[in-house]
């Protein structure tokens, strides 16, 4: 039987994949995409976990996602509304106060003030000090980042957008390289005194990463993370309407009218290359695909290492992929609820402000953070550890039946591999210990869980295709951004087979539910097949 053709293979349903396919069958190309699972979007998807009970089974926030993705794939009108969570994070005591944190700079600041009334007079401050430096970088998210070994025409323009925002808060340089450059806690101890305010906004800077709020560049996760906005509002995420894969659906959706074909159970075996040059791929069931592009979803690590013969990639490069950063840090619970959390100091029944945005538990204090992550180095699992709690039927009541409730819990540190135990022994006890956390600020949480669902690294690795469970596809370290991510030379989304892209998260500019990795390696493909 002859093989399929095809002008393009995507390999991967998640919501880069899908973007990318979406941008390239609109330039004309037919394009197939790939997915292993049953349905569509990766780590972005929602599911039935339980009757009734639709889960953001991964992915659980949208913050990131890029304006010029949304308006050009025409997302809105393929059914993609976000709710925005305001306020956005709350960070509740054991003796009734909590922190309540969001876009209204007034608010927030009547919060802070109740832990230290020097915090909140810096709190503005704070906040357009982020947002100067946001402004300063954000150009550089659209395109592919620039490389100071092989300059080209077009990187001056992000370029000079990103100088002239630079200039404007000029004044702000030195403590911006500090920040970008360096661990998040000296910064955070440079503006703030209080807890929980530091801690609070450290989780921001550590979330994903295998680095405590001690190691250098986590600054420039916190910054990363900062950059969320929804529908042009700075600093707001948002749930997504009928959950994560909501969105995924409506970038395919993008995609099939476009042109593009969707494969789900369509599992790659491997990439068929040819004297150097990519001819297609070969399905697990045996089905052969022709096609002179191919573009992966998946990391670096399982395309390249996993996917691509080996014969084909230089050995210098197949010993630097070998030596990439995939530790994570990151487990994720999901939880059906009976009912919602009823904090210390008031919480009522119905949805309140605590239950909106973000819900912070766990460890308490910057040295907590530092002490959860050192027990995950030493291969344990912390008593505190970093807990950010989610409960987004509190505003899409579409999610779970009448009176109930889903929960997401993702937490850290926890290592992929653990020193005197297995994750089979540990699983659920670790995620009895993440429950009764949340008992200490909302008596009776644990006895409110109605089913619950525990995904650790190796877990998240199972289920979707996440080497090692890294939600970024790789570390987001210092030697890992720009020009040098995944690898330098593989930085502009081409790989040393001719015809083979990346476009997945381990890409510029890197983790997070952006779709920017998708669509600038499509625009990649694009020009060169143009040549």
């Known amino acids: 039987m002859p093989a399929m053709r095809f002008d393009v293979a995507v390999i991967g349903g998640g919501h880069n994949a899908l973007t990318a396919a979406a941008y390239l069958a609109r330039g004309g190309l037919r394009t197939v995409v790939l997915e292993r699972r049953p349905l569509l979007g990766g780590a972005c998807v929602t599911e039935e976990l339980w009757p009734g009970f639709r889960v953001s089974r991964a992915a659980y926030v949208a913050g990131l996602l890029r304006p010029r993705v949304v308006s050009e794939l025409g997302l809105c009108k393929r059914g993609l509304r976000l709710l925005p969570r305001t306020p956005s994070s709350f960070t509740p005591q054991e003796d009734g106060r909590g922190l309540l944190l969001g876009p209204d700079a007034a608010a927030s600041q009547q919060s802070i003030r109740a832990f230290s009334a020097r915090d909140a007079e810096r709190w503005p401050a704070y906040e357009a000090f982020l947002d100067g430096i946001a402004r300063a970088l954000e150009p550089l998210l659209d395109a592919p980042p620039p490389d100071p070994s092989r300059p080209r025409g077009r990187d001056l323009t992000p370029l000079a957008r990103a100088l002239r925002a630079a200039w404007r808060v000029r004044k702000d340089l030195p403590r911006a390289l500090a920040l970008l450059l360096g661990p998040a806690r000296p910064t955070l101890e440079g503006w703030f005194e209080s807890e929980p305010l530091r801690s609070t906004l450290a989780t921001d800077a550590v979330i994903g990463a295998w680095a405590?709020?001690?190691?250098?560049?986590?600054?420039?996760?916190?910054?990363?993370?900062?950059?969320?906005?929804?529908?042009?509002?700075?600093?707001?995420?948002?749930?997504?309407?009928?959950?994560?894969g909501r969105l995924s659906e409506a970038i395919a959706a993008a995609a099939i009218d476009a042109g593009a074909e969707i494969r789900t159970d369509a599992a790659v075996a491997r990439i068929e290359v040819d004297r150097g040059r990519v001819r297609g791929v070969t399905l697990e069931d045996g089905t052969s695909l022709e096609a002179a592009t191919v573009v992966s979803g998946a990391?670096?690590?399982?395309?390249?290492?996993?996917?691509?013969?080996r014969e084909a990639?230089?050995?210098?490069?197949?010993?630097?992929?070998?030596?990439?950063?995939?530790?994570?840090?990151?487990?994720?619970?999901?939880?059906?609820?009976?009912?919602?959390?009823?904090?210390?100091?008031?919480s009522g029944d119905t949805p309140g402000p605590e239950h909106s945005g973000t819900?912070?538990?766990?460890?308490?204090?910057?040295?907590?953070?530092?002490?959860?992550?050192?027990?995950?180095?030493?291969?344990?699992?912390?008593?505190?550890?970093?807990?950010?709690?989610?409960?987004?039927?509190?505003?899409?009541?579409?999610?779970?039946?009448?009176g109930r409730h889903v929960a997401s819990m993702f937490v850290q540190y926890a290592p992929y591999e653990l020193a005197d135990s297995t994750w089979e022994r540990e699983r659920e006890p670790f995620a009895d210990r993440v429950c009764a956390l949340v008992d200490e600020v909302a008596p009776g949480f644990s006895a409110s869980v109605l089913h619950r669902e525990t995904l650790a690294p190796p877990d998240l690795e199972r289920v979707f295709g996440l080497t090692g469970g890294n939600i970024f596809h790789g570390a987001m370290s210092l030697d890992r951004l720009l020009f040098m991510r995944p690898l330098p030379g593989l930085s502009h989304y081409r790989t040393p087979v001719s015809g083979l892209y990346l476009c997945g998260a381990g890409t510029h500019p890197g983790g997070g539910v952006m779709g920017a990795c998708g669509r600038n390696a499509a625009m990649e493909v694009l020009r060169d097949l143009a040549r």
């Not at 950059?227 to 994560?244: F, I, K, L, P, S």
């Open 212 to 244: 405590s709020p001690s190691s250098p560049g986590t600054g420039y996760v916190l910054f990363h993370h900062g950059m969320g906005e929804t529908n042009g509002a700075r600093g707001v995420w948002a749930y997504v309407e009928g959950g994560m």
């Open 313 to 346: 990639l230089p050995d210098a490069l197949v010993r630097e992929l070998g030596a990439l950063d995939f530790r994570s840090p990151s487990l994720k619970i999901n939880l059906a609820l009976d009912a919602l959390p009823r904090f210390r100091g008031g």
């Open 359 to 402: 819900i912070h538990i766990g460890a308490r204090t910057l040295d907590e953070l530092d002490d959860a992550f050192a027990a995950a180095e030493r291969g344990g699992l912390p008593q505190r550890p970093l807990i950010e709690l989610t409960l987004p039927s509190a505003l899409d009541a579409s999610l779970a039946p009448a």
């Open 299 to 309: 990391d670096p690590h399982r395309t390249l290492l996993g996917l691509t013969p």
